[in-house]
C-alpha cells in the first residue's frame, strides 16, 4: 500500500506539470490586455507599457512560464495583478466556502442518491423503482440554474423559509477562524449563528448536489441489482435474515465499489465547476474567485486556481483509489 501510495504521488508530478502547461496555454491565448485592464481606458501609452514591463508580458511566453513555474516549486503561487495580495494568502477564503458547500452538497447526494438505488433495486420492476429512476433522470437532466432560481423563488421569496444569498446574514457579524463557517460557530458556542449558516447552505447545497445524486442512484440501483443476485445473498437469505439486514449489511459493502469511484469524480467536478451555483446564490467560492480573475485578465490567478483545483482533484481520486481496497479486501496493491 504504501509503495503504491508513492508511485501515485509520484505520478502526480507530470499530471500537474501537463496541466500547468495546457492552463498557461489557453489562458494566454484569451484576447485581451491586461495592463489596459488594471489601468483602465484613459490610461496612457507610457504607464501601459511600463505596467506591461513591470508584469514581464513583454517577455516570450515560454519565460514568463518558466518564471511562473519556478516560483510555484519555491511555494509561490503567485501575485494578482488587480489586489496585489499573494494568492496563497487570498485563495483560501474562497476555497473554504467552497469546500463547505461541496461537502454539504455531497453529504445531501450520497445520502440520498444511495438510499434511493437500494430502494429502487429492492422494490425492482414495482412503482418504487419506476418513480425513483424517473426522479433520477429528471434530477440528471434538469439545468442547475434553473433549479437554484427555482428554489429561490419558491422557498426564499414565496415561502421566505431560507435566504436566497450569501453565506450568512451580515447583519449579525461573523468573525471567521478557519474559513468553514459551520466549524467556526461550533468552536465559538454559537448556536444561533450556527443555524443561521446552515440555512444559508440548504438551497445553494440542494442545488449543487442533485445532479450528482440523481447519478449515485442510478449507480447504486445498477450495482445492487447486479450483487443481488450473487450466491451469498441468496444463502443469506435462506438463513432466513431480514431484507434490510441482507442489503445494508451484505450487498451494500460490494455494490459501492462504483459507487464510491461516481463520487470521487462528482466531489472534483463540483470542486471546479460550481461557478453557476455560487454565482445564483452570491457565495463567495472558488468559481467565483477564478471567475472574476478571468473578468480582469488577473493571469496568475487564473493559473494558480485552476492548477489547485486540478491537484484537489488528483488527490480526490488517489483518496478513492486507497479506499478501494478497504471496502474489497479482494483488492489488492503491488
Known amino acids: 500500500m504504501l509503495s503504491y501510495t508513492t508511485r501515485r504521488l509520484l505520478m502526480l508530478i507530470p499530471v500537474l506539470l501537463g496541466m500547468s502547461i495546457i492552463v498557461f496555454s489557453i489562458i494566454h491565448a484569451i484576447p485581451g490586455d491586461p495592463a489596459r485592464t488594471i489601468l483602465g481606458e484613459k490610461a496612457t501609452p507610457e504607464a501601459l507599457a511600463q505596467l506591461r514591463e513591470d508584469l514581464g508580458l513583454n517577455n516570450p511566453w515560454y519565460i514568463q512560464y518558466w518564471s511562473y513555474l519556478s516560483d510555484i516549486l519555491q511555494g509561490d503561487i503567485g501575485t494578482s495583478l488587480r489586489t496585489k495580495v499573494p494568492i496563497a494568502q487570498e485563495i483560501w477564503p474562497y476555497l473554504a466556502a467552497t469546500f463547505e458547500l461541496t461537502f454539504v452538497s455531497m453529504i445531501i447526494a450520497v445520502f440520498f442518491g444511495v438510499n434511493i438505488g437500494i430502494f429502487a433495486a429492492w422494490k425492482q420492476n414495482s412503482w418504487i423503482d419506476y418513480g425513483s429512476m424517473l426522479l433520477a433522470l429528471v434530477g440528471v437532466s434538469m ?102 439486514w441482507v442489503i445494508y449489511k451484505h450487498a451494500l ?8 469511484t461516481v463520487i470521487g469524480l462528482q466531489t472534483g467536478l463540483l470542486l471546479g465547476g460550481a461557478v453557476l451555483t455560487e454565482t445564483i446564490f452570491g457565495w463567495p467560492g472558488i468559481g467565483q474567485y477564478i471567475y472574476n480573475a478571468i473578468s480582469y485578465r488577473d493571469y496568475p490567478v487564473i493559473q494558480s486556481g485552476i492548477l489547485v483545483i486540478a491537484t484537489l482533484f488528483v488527490f480526490i481520486n488517489l483518496i478513492v483509489d486507497l479506499l478501494y481496497a478497504y471496502i474489497d479486501p479482494r483488492i489488492h496493491y503491488k
Open 143 to 244: 439545468p442547475v440554474f434553473w433549479l437554484g432560481l427555482m428554489e429561490q423563488w419558491i422557498f426564499a421569496q414565496k415561502l421566505q423559509w431560507l435566504p436566497s444569498i450569501g453565506r450568512f446574514d451580515a447583519k449579525m457579524g461573523f468573525e471567521s477562524i478557519t474559513g468553514f463557517y459551520v466549524l467556526d460557530s461550533l468552536i465559538q458556542g454559537d448556536w444561533q449563528r450556527l443555524w443561521d449558516i446552515v440555512k444559508h447552505l440548504i438551497l445553494p447545497g440542494i442545488a449543487l448536489g442533485t445532479i450528482p445524486m440523481a447519478i449515485i442512484a442510478r449507480i447504486t440501483r445498477s450495482s445492487m441489482l447486479e450483487v443481488m443476485r450473487s450466491d451469498y445473498i441468496r444463502t443469506a437469505r435462506a438463513k432466513g435474515l431480514h431484507d434490510f
Open 253 to 260: 459493502k460490494n455494490a459501492l465499489i462504483p459507487v464510491l
